[in-house]
């Protein structure tokens, strides 16, 4: 303690001073905090955090100074880092279901809202959960295409199940909401549009009025250089569409994005530990580390190659396989990567945007994975 950290300007002003040899996430909170105030000020309703696309504290702490009020929490170890983080900030616990315990731990902190996608856990809240000032919302699931991952798989009830379930919510006494996840990385805007369709039949069909609409996460973040999202056209969407679909019954919306958010604040530095053969690249992180869900949800091809004085390599390319350190034929980046012929062993190669799910699920597999972390103005 008392001692100040070291903030360098970008991460190749860190590469020319350490050329490190394990892998180094970059965290600009300048970077963060422009992110999610730009989603704030265009998301038509309240912003949340989904805490387990990024729990680490600094980020929550940058999050809460950007102005985000509200976050989607799953375990009772997420509350209780919130609870510490952003004590007056609001807790959505929507993981639907629940032990008795974890319940009770939500209700000691304070938690006014819950989701649920069953009946039995329901009336589990029912029994433990007073109603007065409580919010259950009700999470259903479509069969939607246009994401890069299916959230459906495990959670939501069906369209006919979820009208039960608002109807009995709103007989215990709750105020009664809808909650959805179209899936991440849902770079389709049409994806929002069936669900705020299928919630306003459902809050028909119950005969019950929903206070708010909660459209999940599933922003995209930008992975693919030619592929930049566009959140403008999702959150015009989402607000005609809101409008459109429960016209005088509009309820409040509310969003819970976590790679939208975190995913630009950091960037990755890898080192080429190898070029096998002149054909295969091997680098010092994979879906082990940092890269764990790229084989989830595809490759990240916002990449950089510098050099031993972190002078970027330029020129012509060749698409080539890229492995992680493990001995495990998992690992292995899921596209082939286009990079300079110029590029040797020993260089650094960087990754841009990979800041959400990456220190969250990094393993010490095989003993690699050792990663530090840094911090920037900007990545560069
Ligand atoms: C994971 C999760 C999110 C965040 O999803 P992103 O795709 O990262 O935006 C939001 N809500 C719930 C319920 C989740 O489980």
């Not at 993981?95 to 319940?103: G, K, T, Y």
């Not at 492995?323 to 034929?329: A, I, Q, V």
């Not at 990567?337 to 020993?346: G, W």
């Not at 990094?362 to 920037?376: D, E, K, L, M, S």
Request: glycine residues 8%; proline residues 6%.
């Amino acid at each position: 303690m008392g001692l100040s950290k070291t903030i360098w300007a970008t991460p190749t002003e860190y590469l020319r001073n350490h050329a490190p040899d394990h892998p180094v996430l970059f965290f600009s909170p300048a970077t963060l905090q422009a992110t999610a105030r730009r989603f704030i000020a265009g998301f038509p309703g309240l912003v949340t955090f989904a805490v387990k696309s990024n729990p680490d504290e600094q980020v929550l702490a940058n999050l809460v100074a950007a102005g985000v009020s509200g976050f989607d929490v799953a375990s009772p170890a997420e509350m209780d880092t919130i609870k510490r983080i952003a004590p007056h900030a609001a807790m959505h616990y929507n993981n639907p279901v629940r032990a008795r315990s974890e319940i009770l731990h939500a209700v000691e902190l304070g938690v006014k809202s819950y989701s649920v996608d069953s009946h039995s856990e329901l009336v589990k809240l029912g029994e433990l959960v007073p109603a007065e000032g409580v919010e259950v919302s009700v999470r259903f699931k479509l069969p939607v295409e246009g994401a890069a991952y299916n959230f459906g798989a495990k959670f939501g009830a069906t369209v006919e199940k979820a009208v039960e379930l608002v109807t009995l919510a709103a007989q215990l006494g709750y105020t009664t909401s809808l909650t959805f996840h179209p899936g991440t990385q849902c770079t389709d805007p049409n994806a929002w549009k069936t669900y705020i369709q299928a919630a306003a039949q459902i809050s028909r069909e119950a005969g019950v009025n929903i206070a708010r609409l909660n459209v999940g996460g599933g922003f995209p973040a930008y992975r693919l250089t030619d592929v930049a999202p566009d959140l403008a056209a999702i959150f015009a969407l989402i607000e005609r569409e809101t409008d459109a679909a429960f016209g005088d019954a509009r309820p409040a919306l509310v969003s819970e994005p976590g790679r939208a958010l975190v995913a630009e604040a950091y960037s990755l530095a890898t080192r080429i530990k190898a070029i096998r053969d002149d054909e295969h690249v091997f680098i010092n992180d994979g879906v082990y580390g940092a890269l764990s869900e790229l084989h989830l949800i595809g490759v990240i091809d916002r990449v950089r190659i510098y050099g031993p004085g972190a002078e970027l390599r330029t020129g012509e390319t060749r698409s080539r396989t890229v492995f992680g350190p493990t001995c495990d034929s998992l690992d292995k980046l899921p596209s082939e990567l286009a990079l300079p012929l110029s590029m040797e062993e020993d260089d650094h190669m960087m990754f841009y945007g990979v800041g959400a799910y990456s220190t969250a699920t990094a393993t010490r597999f095989n003993g690699f994975g050792q990663i530090t972390f840094q911090t920037v103005q900007s990545h560069g």
